[in-house]
């Protein structure tokens, strides 16, 4: 787990913190996912003339941009300082759009345009920047990252989108979405308000078939502590 972003040589990182600039790497990060969901596939072809490209070419040119801005904010989250001082509100929305997006089915098509890339997409990184958040939960005010999360519908969207993709990641995403639920689980707010995130039976069913299909093989084929909360929490739910 990252330490203090001054003990660590990250000077791209050391620089967004120190300048100021982490909340404009989420704007950034905000306007890019706004214009994928708005129908501008003509001024994305006048961009693309204006930058000498196709238009396969600018659309592979600004998803590499936004891998890299996504990278960047990751690595800013891993460090205690930035997660303190980062405008929570509007992280924990931007992630709640973006999960919407991929599952509203009515977007398919801009999917056609923005294709979704498992490894390096914001669906991922979204999980990883929420799983980071948790991983300090206790040097912030769990209250407050808690209801963030309950405004945003966060805890609804990320179990409806770990169902969505469970078969089709790799391990180390597994790995994080477990670790993300299980610290989730680990928060007194969640566990004794479960109702609020989770509504409906319908969504419990959600949740009890990711157990079996994404939770239970990580959990059961390790002895970390960190899956307790998970394990009992799951169990509660039987």
């Given at each position: 787990m990252g330490g203090s972003l001054w003990d660590r040589d990250e000077l791209a990182v050391r620089y967004v913190l120190e300048e100021g600039k982490l909340n404009v790497v989420i704007c950034l990060l905000i306007e890019f996912k706004s214009?994928?969901?708005?129908?501008?596939?003509?001024?994305?072809?006048?961009?693309?003339?204006?930058?000498?490209?196709?238009?396969?070419?600018?659309?592979?040119?600004?998803?590499?941009?936004?891998?890299?801005?996504?990278?960047?904010?990751?690595?800013?989250?891993?460090?205690?300082?930035t997660v303190q001082t980062v405008d929570m509100p509007q992280l924990v929305h931007y992630c709640a759009a973006v999960f919407s997006h991929f599952l509203n089915p009515s977007h398919n098509a801009k999917r056609v345009i923005f294709p979704v890339s498992f490894v390096h997409g914001q669906e991922i990184r979204c999980i990883n920047y929420l799983l980071l958040v948790l991983r300090r939960i206790e040097q912030l005010?769990?209250?407050?990252?808690?209801?963030?999360?309950?405004?945003?519908?966060?805890?609804?969207?990320?179990?409806?989108?770990?169902?969505?993709?469970?078969?089709?990641?790799?391990?180390?995403?597994?790995?994080?979405?477990?670790?993300?639920?299980?610290?989730?689980?680990?928060?007194?707010?969640?566990?004794?308000?479960t109702s609020l995130y989770l509504p409906n039976a319908s969504d419990i069913e959600v949740l009890k078939g990711l157990d079996e299909k994404l939770f239970a093989p990580v959990y059961t084929a390790s002895v970390s502590s960190l899956y307790f909360p998970l394990k009992d929490f799951l169990r509660k739910l039987q």
């Open positions: 214009f994928t969901l708005s129908d501008n596939l003509e001024v994305m072809q006048k961009t693309a003339v204006q930058a000498h490209m196709t238009v396969d070419q600018w659309i592979r040119r600004v998803q590499l941009m936004e891998r890299h801005v996504g990278l960047i904010l990751q690595c800013s989250l891993n460090s205690i300082e005010n769990e209250d407050r990252i808690l209801q963030i999360f309950l405004d945003n519908t966060i805890v609804l969207y990320s179990i409806y989108l770990m169902a969505a993709i469970a078969d089709s990641v790799e391990e180390d995403v597994k790995l994080s979405c477990v670790e993300y639920f299980a610290r989730l689980c680990d928060c007194e707010e969640f566990s004794e308000h």
